[in-house]
């Protein structure tokens, strides 16, 4: 109910007017996304946290003239983002009657006859109907030219280069998946830290410190135990996810990543993503069970930070650019875009 959340107190995040360059460390370990710079306007968001004996409730608010939905990534294909025998087959299905006219040198010539010598490709026997071919469709005569066809000749007397098995190439035309991600487009992402403040120096979570005595902020440190991202999905229902907890690997759902024996995953939680009149309201209730089991005790406290990932009018995150929470690469995803640490305790009221 909105009017229980209207009473309770929140964190707010601002963001104002201005021009976000396209980011540097992105371009690098990004080159196939296309970097833009983003002009903002100003930009307010509010985060409230409510417990109860079912579980963490989330409710958070942000300006978003509007938002771009995605795939459920529960459903998500793997294997659609890449080269198979069925799509190769449907590219180049229609040259295999005319296989022996792509191993060909820039003057159609092909190395054949039974005393392996070069012959004219337009002497050939059926050369006229490769050209007709090649005529009506111009999507397979690009092919050959750039020599796609000819590799994919070459596969079809090895099994062992099976697409399906071994062929890990993005499809042709851009693979798409990049907008897709959790921590891409309009999200509520955030992280919980459960530990003990004290903690985070000995307590490193899935990673090892690499050395004793080291000052905090020093190297970036495991400063969470669970990560979710909340957004909406084009069936016209929200999708929440977990992008890490305990056992999950760390890595950025890229497809066909490599997975352990718990992997990033939809959690089954109520919740809903809602744009109207320039806001967009996140709303979540997570069970217990999917943050560890345990209740949290009245008292006790927990890190937690958030950030409003956007589409539009730029991102805001809570404790940018503050000394208490300095720039920290392992708390939320992706790994090469330096976040706000989770290092601001918030105290569970009883």
Not at 245 to 256: A, D, I, K, S, T
Not at 332 to 341: G, K, N
Request: charged share 25%; glycine share 10%.
């Amino acid at each position: 109910d909105d009017k229980v959340w209207t009473s309770l107190p929140g964190a707010t995040v601002l963001r104002p007017e201005g021009k976000v360059e396209g980011n540097e460390i992105e371009a690098i370990w990004l080159p196939f996304v296309k970097q833009e710079q983003i002009t903002v306007g100003t930009r307010r968001g509010e985060l409230k946290l409510a417990y109860d004996e079912k579980g963490l409730h989330v409710y958070a608010v942000v300006d978003a003239d509007k938002i771009r939905v995605r795939p459920r990534l529960a459903k998500r294909n793997d294997d659609a983002y890449f080269w198979s025998d069925a799509y190769a087959e449907k590219l180049f299905g229609a040259l295999r009657p005319h296989i022996k006219f792509l191993n060909m040198d820039g003057e159609k010539r092909i190395w054949g006859g039974d005393n392996r010598h070069w012959v004219k490709a337009s002497g050939e026997p059926g050369w006229q109907e490769f050209q007709d071919l090649l005529t009506s469709r111009p999507d397979l005569k690009e092919r050959v030219d750039n020599g796609q066809a000819k590799r994919w000749a070459q596969t079809l007397d090895k099994p062992s280069a099976s697409f399906d098995k071994f062929n890990y190439a993005y499809l042709p035309g851009g693979n798409g998946f990049d907008r897709e991600l959790p921590y891409e487009g309009d999200a509520l992402q955030f992280a919980i830290d459960i530990d003990a403040a004290a903690d985070v120096m000995t307590k490193t979570h899935d990673l090892i410190y690499p050395a004793a005595g080291l000052p905090a902020g020093w190297v970036a440190v495991p400063d969470s135990d669970y990560e979710f991202s909340l957004y909406q999905t084009d069936d016209g229902k929200a999708e929440l996810w977990c992008l890490m907890g305990p056992g999950v690997p760390r890595g950025h759902y890229f497809p066909r990543q490599e997975c352990g024996k718990v992997n990033q995953h939809a959690v089954k939680a109520d919740c809903s993503v809602e744009n109207r009149d320039g806001r967009t309201t996140y709303r979540a209730s997570i069970p217990w069970s999917a943050l560890g089991g345990k209740p949290w005790v009245a008292g006790s406290d927990v890190g937690f930070t958030f950030r409003f990932n956007a589409s539009d009018r730029g991102m805001i995150q809570f404790g940018e650019r503050s000394g208490a929470t300095k720039g920290n690469s392992l708390t939320l995803h992706p790994y090469w875009l330096a976040s706000p640490s989770n290092t601001i305790r918030w105290t569970i009221m009883p």
